[in-house]
């Protein structure tokens, strides 16, 4: 059973730190609560966290200091179905018959994304992503150019929503002049932001893409290419990271036994304590890296 974790902190300058990446994974990113608090209980801090897609929202919450138990309740009132509950009609007509209706880009999504903001308002207000105390960093997709965007100031709530601006679910999210869609489209498990940023250990919160057990209707068709998107780009980049080297790296896939589903919070005890025990069996390299890194600073 997961245990409750005391709000996170900024760690002082004598502890072994590391660099936490949350990738995509829906509400499989609450895994990352349990990898936190396993590296908490054994004297490990994180000095940056990069959050991507959901794992935006887990995040946040690491960054920003709330504990396990805040961020379970936070998480069973934000991610519901009622998220992909209410029908884009006006996008739908707008694909359907763009010539009548006038197809638009930014305003295209099979859903209404008006509760999914209203939700993270509420979350998390005002709060702007530079003031988390620790370091946060947080990935979308630029739509024109597809290259991955960084997003390390301004509001967490525009930096959350364009992260999790999933194609076709969600309309695209304008930030900065750039409309901007779901970071995995870019990368699926953003290593490289934390590497741009000189992390010497990263902690790497990976999450592949469940396949639809039926493809009956168009909304299971786009998830359906979705994961093949995003489980096919995961593999690449975890294969291209490991070869380059460039920092020390630990790969963190939790394996769930049961069935998770995109708004399966109800398991959410569960999946945290999957990503506890998925980080307890890498304690061991992970406590030899530090080592060795402390060993070569001295």
Not at 99 to 119: I, M, T
Not at 180 to 204: C, E, F, N, Q
Request: proline content about 4%; charged content about 20%.
């Amino acid at each position: 059973m997961a245990a409750t974790l005391p709000a996170f902190s900024p760690v002082d300058a004598a502890s072994p730190k590391v660099t936490l990446v949350i990738g995509s994974g829906s509400v499989k990113c609450a895994a990352a609560l349990g990898v936190a608090k396993a590296m908490a209980d054994a004297g490990i801090g994180i000095e940056r966290v990069v959050g991507c897609s959901a794992g935006a929202i887990f995040g946040a919450l690491i960054a920003f200091g709330f504990s396990t138990d805040e961020s379970r309740a936070m998480t069973m009132r934000l991610w519901t179905r009622e998220l992909t509950g209410q029908r884009n009609t006006l996008g739908l007509l707008r694909a359907l018959a763009p010539r009548l209706f006038g197809f638009k880009a930014a305003e295209f999504s099979l859903r209404n994304d008006r509760l999914l903001l209203q939700r993270l308002e509420a979350a998390f207000g005002d709060k702007r992503i530079e003031d988390a105390p620790i370091p946060l960093h947080l990935t979308a997709t630029d739509f024109a150019t597809g290259e991955l965007v960084e997003l390390a100031r301004g509001s967490l709530v525009d930096g959350i929503r364009a992260s999790l601006a999933l194609p076709l679910a969600f309309t695209p999210h304008q930030l900065d002049g750039r409309l901007l869609v779901d970071g995995y489209l870019a990368d699926p498990l953003p290593v490289s932001v934390a590497m741009k940023h000189g992390a010497r250990v990263i902690v790497a919160v990976g999450f592949e893409n469940p396949y639809q057990e039926r493809v009956d209707s168009a909304g299971r068709f786009a998830f359906q290419l979705s994961a093949i998107l995003a489980n096919n780009l995961l593999r690449a980049k975890l294969a291209f990271h490991s070869a380059a080297h460039h920092s020390e790296m630990i790969i963190i896939l939790p394996e769930f036994q049961q069935r998770v589903r995109l708004f399966d919070t109800g398991k959410l005890a569960y999946i945290i304590d999957e990503g506890e025990q998925a980080a307890l069996q890498q304690l061991p390299y992970l406590h030899r890296l530090l080592a060795e890194g402390q060993l070569r600073a001295a």
